[in-house]
Nanobody, 122 residues
């Protein structure tokens, strides 16, 4: 059974940092990509960053490039999203999702976590 479990969401100050974790079970990370999405009301889920299967190539949405870093610990089957220089507009529910290859469209992903809330506020 495939399971993705996010953690690490919290309230942070503007300019602060958070690290989100996505614990993956039942889905080999050497054959599946993991993407971090975020969702705010009345908008579609937005793909922020993906780490590919195999060589672990990384992809980033332009608005988070340089602030967010995705990484993977194969021994722990966990994918991380380090978020620095947080802004109020980063406030959202953050999800990790898995599929065979990186891709930007949320509706093409087969496996999802339950989400973790990130709030950036002074």
């Amino acid at each position: 059974q495939v399971q993705l479990v996010e953690s690490g969401g919290a309230v942070a100050r503007p300019g602060g940092s958070l690290r989100l974790s996505c614990q993956v079970s039942g889905l080999p990370l050497n054959t599946h990509a993991i993407t971090w999405f975020r969702h705010v009301p009345e908008k579609d889920r937005e793909a922020l960053s993906c780490i590919s299967d195999g060589d672990g190539s990384e992809y980033y949405l332009d608005s988070v490039k340089g602030r967010f870093t995705i990484s993977r610990d194969d021994a722990k089957n966990t994918v991380y999203l380090q978020m620095n220089s947080l802004k109020p507009e980063d406030t959202a529910i953050y999800y990790c999702a898995g599929r065979k290859r990186c891709g930007p469209y949320y509706y093409t992903y087969d496996y999802w976590g339950q989400g973790t809330q990130v709030t950036v506020s002074s």
